[in-house]
């Protein structure tokens, strides 16, 4: 069954009788939790950074970079001639092309020096500002880059919110209005529990619709407080809040109720819940949120797929030199990169079982724009990060980048709904890709991810 | 037997000489029957009038729910003793100051500053925070005691409307005159007026990288704020639907360029100023060659910008987006196309003026039958919270009681002038239905009536509430009618008996007891309120 759901479906209401899950089900498991027990019993397992059923395929992080990300200083294709010509103080320089009078030219780039370390290939280098990740993931192979990424031609828009919104729903057609995760989840088998977490105080788009999904700011403060007695506030609101009435408001109170029982029985201040194999996250919400997605995972309360952003990409003016370290444009993606092989240092070979992608509205304009920023573009670049991702760099790229007159821009070659199918179907046994991404006509895998 | 309702031009041409309209009734509205009187003093037997045009179909209740922050103890009585027509119109054509100013009379200067002065304060030691601390807590103030509640409802629409990110650069100075001035100061007049005072707004072209924007450079203009012009302020995208093109966007950037401020060491430095060194003095045409302007000389072409701005401000485009979006706020998450259309063709007829656009709406049939259609927002919960509960609070802008406030708001996702994007806080469910934002809403009602919001240490500033005072004299017979009392003439819904029952059970206590089992015991009469502003009937407006 793919029939698309409905636009004047509001989200998280019906038990799906094509998806195999039923709430009533999810509920009848929970409802025995409501008091002081819990059936979620932290044992074994959470050695492994997993899901309790590897054969439901790998827990999925997506991670939004919410702006605009510039993918062209992310991933540079920093040997182009147009690309130096466009980019006169911004660009990821090439070192025949660095003169560094304060003698620092001999140094590494991330130590303001002019060495590309990070080079991924002839064309393309990565951000001085992202060494850990070019150190970890993508020197040990794990790490999939795919560039020139978005929406095609006839879905694009160079509007944030909308863009935003096509992005999650996983299509430009206002037919939809349920994330593509969702949509995923209702076609897996043995979905319960916490299977769908937004990391943060409102629920990202990729998650709503019918599988129950829930926003979560912290783990360990998911609990009902504020009154004289607690206990009593819970029993009421839980009568109040009644599932299956076809109201989101009343099924996700009553989801919420359910999930607090699952959390319930997790001690997340025990020693099983610290960062491992060295992690050091950096000092960044981001980071935070992804150190509580892998204790999360770590704690089997069901964890299917997690999405998770990161802001403040949306650079129209003063990006910075990318060997200045103090940068603003560096600094965002040392944010970004730190707190992603942070994840990957930590999880080790959980990530045998984990696959975190990347996402942006668009990417930006190819030439500077007059205030040293770049206006809203066209096609930006993705990662795919996982022990069973094949590390490298995927997908077609123009051979050259021309400041068009109509656009300005890197054109998409590659329809991020063909990287993220592969995916879902390869790394999350996805069989319903034509529902998962109804307006998109599958293509050949680009062969990055490992069965 | 009535003939029916007008047909739209009729109704476009009686809504302009005043006659009275034949409206349809309403379908009945399934969420909101009359509230039964509650069994304190009785409300003046005054009877209802309608007001010429106004909507019969309208009840206290539901009008208390949607136009204001919340009901207060009361509000409603005196709305059904007014008249709901007449108190529409109350609202609609407000006069004077609301009673919140006079809260503010101390302690608020940088609300009347001008952007040099408030550039001084920023510039002292934590002067950004008190520039912040005293825009929220007014604010906040006004929310929860004017008593031109609409109007203030309508400032939350038009603040949302052109939004502004006050951190994004190191002025965030600027934001308080845009706010007062060009959001508050138009926020019930003619939208073709707030547009311009917006796009000559420096807090505005701060924001939106209108300061950089410089023809002259290399690189050349910045879209930033002409791409939201028209995207969020005029046009808008409807549906996916859009009236502009990229090119259209280009052009705008250039005719636009050049609106940026004073920078000299003068009186009015920061306020708005066209600089012609910025500004693309190529010829331009857009909008099909409905905006087309010739080369001109090196410093002409703010007139230009300033016929853009009209334009735009008076397209249809925009006439159907700011009346989707008010519909929105008002009546629906999905709003008919019909009702966009006819308050767009008021909206233009009335030269952009927001009054007529407003009364139209609400004489709809669709609004009348909207009860309960909206979700409150975060810094809605929390206003209808403390009304309900008839709460006090210190006025000092850095006192306890404000930061309480404003950090229960952050925990509900809406901390107050803190959006960080140009659309301003989403106004649909779907954003806001959420489990952290249950869970935050629930506990910030349940702090509130146990006054445990925000720090209680100074016992001259913090946020309390005195629910004794609240309950009827005499008390009703059983714990059973308290309830229902409470639900009714505290949170302005009606609770069913199973919802009752289902309280009493969670609370250990039976329906039947006499009612001074919950008066009696501090902790169950706050648990009781806290979770009668935490039933889904009270999340709804």
Known sequence: MTSPTSLDTAPGLDDDPTSGFSRRTFLAGTAATAGAAAVVTVGTRYAFASPEAPSNGDVMVLVFLRGGADGLSLVAPYNMATYRALRPTIRVKAPNEFTDPTGKAGLPMNQGGAIPNFALSGTFAMHPGMASLHAGPWTNGHLAVVHAAGMPAAEETRSHFDGQKNFEFGTASWNYSTGFLNRYLAGQSGVDRLAAVGRGGQLQRSLAGGVAAFSMYSNTSFNVSGYSNNTRARTALTSWYDAGTGDLLNQTGANTMAAIGTLGGVNFASTAFLPQNGAVYPNSGFANELKEIAQLIRANVGLRCVAVDIGGWDSHDGMGAPEDPASPFRQRAAEFADALSAFYTDLGSGMDEVTLATISEFGRTINENGSGGTDHGWGSSMFVMGRKIRGGIYGAFPTTIVDDPQHGDLTVMNDYRRVLSEVLSVRGNATNLSTIFPTFSQQSALGLALS | ?541
Request: aromatic share 8%; hydrophobic share 40%.
């Open chain 2, 1 to 541: 037997m009535a003939t029916g309702c007008d047909d739209l031009p009729t109704i476009l041409r009686k809504l302009k000489t005043g006659e009275k309209i034949d409206w349809t009734p309403g379908p009945p509205s399934t969420t909101v029957p009359p509230p039964p009187p509650p069994p304190t003093t009785a409300p003046p037997t005054v009877p209802p009038t309608t007001a010429p045009g106004g909507n019969p179909a309208l009840t206290a209740s539901m009008i208390v729910n949607k136009l204001t922050f919340g009901p207060k103890p009361g509000l409603v009585a005196a709305v059904t003793a007014m008249g709901v027509n007449n108190w529409l119109e109350q609202q609609l054509t407000r006069s004077g100051l609301g009673t919140a100013e006079s809260r503010l009379a101390s302690g608020y200067p940088t609300l009347s500053n001008s952007n040099m002065a408030n550039y001084t304060v920023q510039d002292s030691d934590g002067g950004q925070d008190r520039l912040f601390d005293q825009m929220d807590h007014a604010n906040i103030q006004r929310a929860v005691y004017s008593d031109q509640q609409l109007f203030e409802v309508m400032c939350d629409f038009w603040g949302n409307h052109f939004n502004i990110w006050r951190r994004h650069t190191w002025m965030g100075f600027l934001r308080t005159r845009d706010y007062e001035d060009v959001v508050r100061g138009n926020a019930m007049g003619k939208f073709s007026t707030m547009l311009l005072a917006s796009a000559q707004s420096p807090s505005m072209l701060d924001y939106l990288d209108n300061l950089p924007n410089d023809a002259s450079t290399p690189g050349g203009v910045n879209q930033n704020y002409a791409r939201e012009l028209l995207e969020l302020h005029s046009l808008g995208i409807i549906n996916g639907v859009q009236a502009y093109t990229e090119a259209d966007v280009q052009a705008v950037a250039q005719i636009i360029s050049g609106f940026a401020l004073e920078w000299g060491n003068v009186a009015t430095k920061y306020d708005f100023k066209f600089l012609p060194w910025q500004h693309s003095r190529t010829a331009v045409s857009c909008f099909g060659g409905a905006v087309s302007f010739p080369a001109r000389a090196y410093g002409q072409g703010y007139d230009d910008g300033i016929t853009l701005v009209n334009y735009l401000a008076h397209h249809p485009a925009t006439a159907r987006y700011v009346c989707w979006k008010l519909i929105k706020r008002f009546v629906t998450d999905t709003p008919s196309m019909a009702l966009v259309d006819s308050a767009a063709a008021v909206f233009a007829a009335n030269d952009t003026a927001i009054v007529p656009t407003l009364r139209h709406i609400f004489a709809s049939a669709e609004f009348a039958a909207s009860a309960g259609q909206k979700i409150r927002r975060p810094f809605e919960h929390l206003v209808a919270c403390l009304r309900a509960t008839n709460a006090t609070m210190g006025t000092a802008p850095q006192g306890n009681s404000a930061n309480g406030l404003r950090w229960s708001l952050e925990s509900m996702g809406q901390p107050i002038f803190e959006r960080v994007t140009p659309d301003g806080y989403p106004d649909h469910q779907a954003f806001w239905v959420s489990s952290d934002g249950l869970l935050n809403r629930w506990e910030a009602a349940g702090n509130i009536c146990r006054n445990a919001m925000g720090d209680q240490s100074d016992t001259a500033d913090r946020v309390r509430v005195d629910l004794l005072s609240l309950m009827p004299n005499p008390l009703p017979a059983t714990v059973n009618e308290l309830i229902a009392w409470m639900a009714v003439s505290l949170g302005n819904y009606v609770i069913s008996a199973q919802d009752i029952a289902d309280m009493c059970t969670a609370l250990g206590i039976t329906g039947t007891a006499v009612a001074t089992t919950v008066t009696t015991n501090a902790g169950r009469l706050s648990l009781t309120v806290g979770l009668v502003l935490s039933h889904p009937s009270f999340q709804r407006r």
